[in-house]
């Protein structure tokens, strides 16, 4: 006795050196949050914002005119005679100036500033895509919490079957076979009871690589037991995988129209001054230059953003046809799951819940077999395990169809 009492007084001394336990120490990490770290340190995100700026800097560079062109030249030099050096040469500075003709730079801009909104989009799209990787995850951490409680609740109840079946051995009410059977029993409780704290740890570990946070830490999804269906935006009118097709088809339409007029031929005004020898005279140089279209007249270049064109608005067709198939499977798809959820919550899980709890005090007055227990408790576990499966299909279920429609914000408000 007074030995224990030592180590009792030991333990509590011990506990007060050292430093707090590490779940003093655990955060909780919400929804809203995990969503949060993800978008700031996303390097898919990161990687989007990038091509948005080139496509503004596209859009500034597009915009400007062609530049002069600055040139001297001298002529009548390293000759015979008067000409032998450069004293007599006549010497010219120009200035030649491109005008562009047919309204390029315009389309050019309208190019610029169209695949610049496919881009737009594209980043919208990382950030819903983001979105959905991070809820999906947290789904699967909080699902994994709650399978490992009932792993938890499972190998407690294993081991008051154990402890029940040795007393009723002790005594001589049953046979040593309950016994064994209890330990078996118990066995595969505690495996499954580590199966289900490794799944939590690599669901853990698989939502800290999008929000960075590290081990220990808790999430706080009180919504997972209630199969809400999340609110709807109502100010969605295009969905983003069509409007991603129609700014590819506007590019494309602003394409063919810059090739259309760069076949137009453009000016180059030249000016400049000359002087004349040794002479202090000076004498004003003045042309125009237009480029001849023998060779190459642009209508291939044409050809091939008239292609191009097609192709995109081909692709426009079948992208809707895929948005809009996909968006009825994702509606679909929740009915089924939020059925099937309150289903797996309802009276079964309440029948299974009030049939072990018989079975528990039947067995432990002797009225019961041991077999009824065992089933009873086993038929309580793969409903519970059913009832989780429901709820996270269906929380998957929502968030993709967040995802179809390019939400960004949190399915569910903590």
């Given at each position: 006795m007074h030995k224990r009492v030592s180590v009792v007084i030991a333990s509590v001394l011990l506990g007060a050196l050292l430093p707090p336990p590490l779940y003093a120490q655990t955060t909780t990490l919400?929804?809203?949050?995990?969503?949060?770290?993800a978008q700031q340190s996303a390097p898919a995100l990161a990687a989007a914002e990038a091509a948005l700026r080139a496509a503004d800097a596209n859009v500034d560079v597009a915009g400007l005119a062609p530049?002069?062109?600055?040139?001297?030249?001298?002529?009548?030099?390293?000759?015979?005679?008067?000409y032998a050096d450069f004293g007599s040469s006549e010497r010219t500075l120009a200035v030649s100036v491109?005008?562009?003709?047919?309204?390029?730079?315009?389309?050019?801009?309208?190019?610029?500033?169209?695949?610049?909104?496919?881009t737009q989009l594209g980043l919208n799209a990382t950030r819903a895509d983001i979105t959905q990787r991070v809820t999906v995850a947290f789904i699967a951490v909080a699902a994994a919490e709650q399978r490992l409680n009932v792993m938890r609740d499972g190998h407690e109840l294993a081991g008051q079957a154990a402890r029940a079946a040795h007393q009723r051995v002790a005594v001589g009410k049953a046979s040593p076979?309950?016994?064994?059977?209890?330990?078996?029993?118990?066995v595969n409780a505690e495996v499954k009871l580590g199966k289900a704290e490794r799944a939590l740890n690599l669901a853990l570990t698989d939502l800290g690589r999008y929000t960075g946070a590290r081990a220990p830490y808790l999430v706080a999804a009180t919504w997972f037991e209630s199969p809400v269906t999340a609110r709807d935006n109502k100010e969605v009118v295009?969905?983003?995988?069509a409007a991603a097709a129609e700014a590819r088809l506007a590019a494309a339409s602003a394409r063919v129209?810059?090739?259309?007029?760069?076949?137009?031929?453009?000016?180059?005004?030249?000016?400049?001054?000359?002087?004349?020898g040794d002479s202090p005279d000076r004498a004003a140089v003045l042309g125009i230059s237009i480029p001849l279209p023998l060779f190459?007249?642009?209508?291939?270049?044409?050809?091939?953003?008239?292609?191009?064109?097609?192709?995109?608005?081909?692709?426009?067709?079948?992208?809707?046809?895929?948005?809009?198939?996909?968006?009825?499977?994702?509606?679909?798809?929740?009915?089924?799951?939020?059925?099937?959820?309150?289903?797996?919550?309802g009276p079964a899980l309440a029948a299974a819940e009030e049939a072990a709890r018989i079975a528990r005090l039947g067995y432990s007055a002797g009225k019961f077999p041991q077999l009824e227990l065992i089933e009873a408790e086993r038929a309580l576990t793969e409903t519970r395990e059913a009832a989780i499966d429901a709820l996270a299909a269906f929380h998957t279920a929502q968030a993709h169809l967040a995802y179809l429609r390019g939400s960004i914000a949190p399915l569910y408000k903590d």
């Open positions: 919400t929804l809203a949050d995990a969503i949060s770290r530049n002069p062109t600055l040139s001297y030249q001298a002529e009548n030099v390293m000759g015979t005679g008067r491109p005008i562009e003709l047919g309204g390029k730079r315009e389309a050019r801009r309208r190019v610029a500033e169209a695949e610049r909104g496919a076979i309950e016994e064994e059977r209890a330990r078996v029993l118990l295009t969905l983003p995988a129209d810059a090739a259309r007029r760069d076949r137009i031929p453009d000016l180059t005004l030249i000016a400049g001054s000359r002087r004349f190459n007249r642009g209508s291939q270049a044409l050809a091939r953003s008239q292609a191009d064109y097609e192709r995109v608005q081909a692709e426009r067709g079948a992208a809707m046809q895929e948005v809009e198939q996909a968006l009825s499977h994702a509606q679909v798809d929740v009915a089924d799951a939020l059925a099937a959820a309150e289903a797996a919550r």
